[in-house]
C-alpha cells in the first residue's frame, strides 16, 4: 500500500477529523478563558489585593545596566498563568460531566424493541405448530 494511499486513509477517518475539530476548538475554547481570567476575574482579585497587577510582581536579581535589560523572577506571570490554567481545568470538567451525564441519559434511556413483522408472527406459529404435532 503506497504512502499517499495510507494517508488518505487515516486522514478520511472520523477519528483524525474530530480530533482536529478539537484541536482547533479547544485553541479557541482556551482563548475565550484567558480573556474571561484577564479581564473579568483578575481585576476583582486585583483590587481585592490591594490593586495588584499580578503580571507586574516580579523579583529583581539584577537591576538593567546599559544596554543589558534588567533580570527578574516574574513570579506574578506564573501566579496568573496558575489563575489561568485553574479555570480553564474547571470549565473542561464541567464540560465532561455534562457529556457524561448525557451519555449516561442515552445508555438509561429502555431500547424500544419493534414489534415483530408479519413473516416473524407466521413462522413463530408455524414453528408451534410443528412443536404441538410431534
Do not use: C, H, W
Not at 473579568?40 to 490591594?50: A, E, S, T, W
Amino acid at each position: 500500500m503506497g504512502m499517499l494511499k495510507e494517508f488518505k486513509e487515516f486522514a478520511i477517518k472520523g477519528n483524525a477529523i474530530d480530533m482536529a475539530v478539537g484541536i482547533i476548538i479547544g485553541a479557541a475554547f482556551g482563548k475565550v478563558i484567558s480573556s474571561l481570567v484577564a479581564d473579568v476575574f483578575m481585576p476583582p482579585i486585583g483590587m481585592l489585593v490591594g490593586g495588584v497587577d499580578f503580571t507586574d510582581l516580579a523579583i529583581p536579581l539584577k537591576e538593567a545596566t546599559g544596554d543589558a535589560p534588567a533580570v527578574t523572577i516574574n513570579y506574578g506571570n506564573f501566579i496568573q498563568t496558575l489563575v489561568d490554567f485553574t479555570i480553564i481545568a474547571f470549565a473542561i470538567f464541567m464540560v465532561v460531566k455534562l457529556i457524561n451525564r448525557l451519555k449516561r441519559k442515552e445508555a438509561a434511556a429502555p431500547a424500544v424493541i419493534p414489534e415483530p413483522s408479519r413473516e416473524e408472527l407466521l413462522l413463530t406459529e408455524i414453528r408451534d405448530l410443528l412443536k404441538e404435532r410431534k
